[in-house]
């Protein structure tokens, strides 16, 4: 039998026009059932003026104020956002808390199916994975596994190693792995400490990593794939949007957007101004899935930016996003520009000689100079020469100034959960 090339072909290949239809009568529905169904939104809307039969084209979104991350807005109580009855709700996740509180997150049986499984699902198919496939899952994210299921892969979780990291090594060989799902900061860790134990990385089954949960250097994928001869497939999603929004095709340019299922427009964070295709900015997503807590214009407080349109050689006809380069806290002004610490990451993983964990000390919000702590490899004896070497590429690639500490290999406290590059004085 001729495998498929499509999870959902209908939505994948949809011509352009008639996806933009959908979206349309999706907003259009949406936001009715957001304003008579909720107080929260209904108060939103009244402030701003709005209603929902002002509401017709995609274009009119603009018209709908912005809301704000849910672990920052927490006055509102959970009951006036919920737009379904309590007892409609089928499931619970929760925010991760990296900005704010951890708040609950509720879906309705509709949705569990639609983000849990089918949307979940295609986007695992449109990675590569198939029924063939052996997954090994070690992230926290315990929610999202079951599109591996659905679409007939065989499971390793987290629970299967008792969360003990040499006994998920032991499970890696010993399962026949053949896609690894970590945290891309964590994920060379996992592999060196493989190795210690005696286990090649090439010589084991894995085919392909699928990173999530945080932005990750296009340089330090490429090291990553370099080193291990395997590819890193991105996915991109939130739990209180949906956990599998958009994902990376074979084509390798960006990830496909789920776009029957949400809007992302990209503002200026400041202004909030909408930002043209190829620019970046603040993502905002507005999702046409959700049932029991509606989402409109909801500042995630990501960077990104949509990719220029064109037809994707995979043959899918669902528009591209770019990955996620860090969150708009992290955005800092020094001299005339503002960076992100992914910026220093992409300099710093292409110089030999230092080892890749790095702290930007940031002594208040502007400063003229970024100042850096940086691990240098143990073989590096000239350390003035590599200083000045890494100074030049920051002024070169990033084009601001550059204080450096360069400290030895293991100096700064590896990170054990979302990377932290930022120190705060
Ligand atoms: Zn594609």
Not at 225 to 230: H, N, S, V
Not at 323 to 349: F, H, N, T
Request: glycine share 8%.
């Amino acid at each position: 039998m001729e495998e498929r090339k499509f999870w959902n072909e209908e939505i994948e290949t949809m011509p352009l026009e008639k996806l933009r239809k959908l979206q349309e009568e999706r907003l259009q529905h949406t936001v009715e059932w957001a304003y008579t169904r909720t107080k929260f939104y209904r108060r939103l809307f009244d402030q701003a003026g709005v209603k929902p039969e002002d509401i017709t084209t995609l274009e009119d979104i603009r018209k709908l104020p912005f809301t704000m991350d849910i672990e920052v807005d927490t006055d509102v109580p959970l009951k006036d956002r919920l737009a379904i009855p309590e007892d409609e709700i089928k499931m619970f996740h929760s925010t991760s808390g990296t900005v704010g509180a951890v708040v609950p997150i509720p879906f309705s049986k509709k949705e569990t199916e639609f983000f849990f499984t089918e949307g979940e699902a295609r986007a695992r198919w449109t990675m590569g994975v198939r029924p063939s496939d052996v997954v090994q899952v070690l992230t926290r994210f315990d929610c999202c596994f079951q599109g591996y299921r659905e679409l007939g892969a065989s499971l390793i979780l987290m629970s299967a190693g008792r969360y003990n990291p040499d006994h998920q090594i032991q499970l890696t060989r010993d399962g026949r792995v053949t896609i690894i799902e970590h945290m891309p900061s964590l994920l060379l860790g996992y592999f060196e400490r493989m190795e210690q134990l005696g286990a090649k990385v090439q010589e084991t089954n894995i085919r392909m990593i699928s990173g999530v949960g945080e932005g990750w250097a296009e340089s330090y994928k490429r090291k990553v794939e370099e080193k291990y001869g395997i590819p890193f497939m991105t996915l991109y999603g939130a739990v209180e949007t949906s956990p599998c929004f958009a994902s990376e095709c074979e084509a390798r340019k960006g990830m496909h957007i789920s776009s029957d299922a949400g809007i992302i427009e990209v503002v200026d964070p400041k202004t909030g101004e909408p930002l043209p295709e190829g620019e970046e900015g603040e993502l905002v997503f507005t999702i046409l899935a959700r049932e029991a807590m509606p989402l409109l214009r909801y500042k995630v407080g990501d960077v990104g930016s949509l990719l220029p349109y064109e037809p994707c050689s995979c043959g899918r006809t669902l528009p591209r996003m770019s990955y996620v380069k860090g969150r708009v806290s992290q955005l800092m002004k020094i001299g005339e520009k503002k960076i992100l610490p992914i910026d220093v990451e992409e300099v710093i993983a292409k110089i030999e000689g230092l080892e890749g964990e790095f702290r930007i000390i940031l002594e208040k919000p502007e400063m003229d100079k970024l100042k850096l702590k940086l691990e240098h490899k143990p073989e590096v004896k000239e350390l003035k020469t590599l200083r000045e070497k890494v100074e030049e590429a920051i002024l070169n690639e990033i084009g601001v100034r550059s204080e450096l500490e360069l400290v030895p290999q293991g100096s700064l406290q590896r990170v054990t959960f979302k990377a932290q590059r930022v120190e705060k004085l």
